[in-house]
Every structure is written in C-alpha cells, then in structure tokens.
C-alpha cells in the first residue's frame, strides 16, 4: 500500500525549495532596488515578512492541528531553508554588484 514519506526527504525537498525560491527572489528584488534606490534594509524586512507569511501554514498546523508532527518537519524545513536564502543572498547580489 501506500508507504509515507520519511521525515528527512519531506525536510529536505522543503528547504531545497524556500532556499531556491527566496534565493532568487532576493537577489532580484536587490537588483530591482539598487537601480529604483530602495534601502536595502527594507527589502530585507519585506523578505523577513514574506518568510513568516510563507511559514504561516505550518504554524497554525502546529497550534491546531492533530498530527502536528508533520507540520513541525514542513516548519523546520521551510524555515531552515529560507534562513539560509536570506543569509546568502546578499552576499551573491553585493557580488553581482547590487548592494
């Protein structure tokens, strides 16, 4: 029958995908900043805003639902992966010459 998903695979596939989503967003809304003249700081709290309303399902999942397990493993891949997205990404964008 049907076998469920390990814990690891669900984390993993969730933090590859914040990681790739929020990595490439970031880069290009710094790159859309510095030709506009945007404070970077606040493309960075607009990103810290979209993370928290990306994570927001987990979250409630975890405060309501019954089988809070599995959206403590979605949280903490999505969370983890976004983390490092935003950590890393204006790196690569002050390497591209944006910030």
Request: glycine share 12%; aromatic share 12%.
């Amino acid at each position: 029958m049907w076998q469920a998903l390990p814990d690891e695979y669900v984390r993993a596939q969730l933090t590859v995908g914040a990681l790739v989503a929020f990595g490439v967003a970031r880069v290009i809304a710094g790159g859309i900043g510095a030709q506009r003249g945007w404070r970077i700081a606040s493309v960075t709290q607009w990103f810290i805003g979209a993370v928290a309303v990306f994570c927001l399902p987990q979250l409630l999942g975890l405060l309501f639902d019954v089988n809070t397990h599995t959206a403590f493993v979605e949280l903490q891949g999505k969370i983890v992966g976004a983390g490092v997205a935003l950590f890393c990404a204006p790196i690569v964008s002050h390497r591209l010459g944006y910030e």
